[in-house]
T-cell receptor, first 112, second 114 residues
């Protein structure tokens, strides 16, 4: 079964708006990561947040982590058409060797 | 640096045929893994390796074999292809086998089994 589950499954917004995607997971983690996948391409790492961190920023990305609720959110501010992609969260299940389990992803469409 | 290179990019097989998906990385990464991506299922881990000579099963290993004779290469073998193995396959690597670090993905191999 999938460790991470993203919500919503699909999100459609206008350029300039913010996009928020949520991820829930089931077991303990060492860290949680977010990846992006453009259509027909491989996944690209966006950001990693450790289990002892509550919030992390990288450019227009803001990630929060609530380990008590086993949930994370990814906020993309001031979205651009180029942000159109699928976004996945990935968790390590608390393992020591970094085996990552991915959720089903959120498909983000940003309209110009 | 080419990163993670997968070949072939596209392949069509008949049921029962065997084939090998190739994966090579030039970043001297310890950890390598194979995922399959199916619509509505996200990515599921098939096999992974924490170093040369060491492999282990992931979530969906049945019908697939792997080996890791060198640090650079991690081929995925389909022993007797079935239509259920129609999917997009991704190879991914990271620097070490610890619990930190990002995965670097190849561009994928799209397999159709008729």
């Amino acid at each position: 079964s999938q460790q991470g589950e993203e919500d919503p499954q699909a999100l459609s917004i206008q350029e300039g708006e913010n996009a928020t995607m949520n991820c829930s997971y089931k077991t303990s983690i060492n860290n949680l990561q977010w990846y992006r996948q453009n259509s027909g391409r491989g996944l690209v790492h966006l950001i990693l947040i450790r289990s002892n961190e509550r919030e992390k920023h990288s450019g227009r990305l803001r990630v929060t982590l609530d380990t008590s609720k086993k949930s994370s959110s990814l906020l993309i501010t001031a979205s651009r058409a180029a942000d159109t992609a699928s976004y996945f969260c990935a968790t390590d299940g608390g393992t020591s060797y970094g085996k990552l389990t991915f959720g089903q992803g959120t498909i983000l469409t940003v309209h110009p | 640096n080419a990163g993670v290179t997968q070949t072939p990019k596209f392949q069509v097989l008949k049921t029962g045929q065997s084939m090998t998906l190739q994966c090579a990385q030039d970043m001297n990464h310890e950890y390598m893994s194979w995922y399959r991506q199916d619509p509505g299922m996200g990515l599921r881990l098939i096999h992974y390796s924490v170093g040369a000579g060491i492999t282990d099963q992931g979530e969906v290993p049945n019908g697939y074999n792997v080996s890791r004779s060198t640090t650079e290469d991690f081929p995925l073998r389909l022993l007797s292809a079935a239509p259920s193995q129609t999917s997009v396959y991704f190879c991914a690597s990271k620097k070490n086998s610890g619990n930190t670090g990002e995965l670097f993905f190849g561009e994928g191999s799209r397999l159709t089994v008729l």
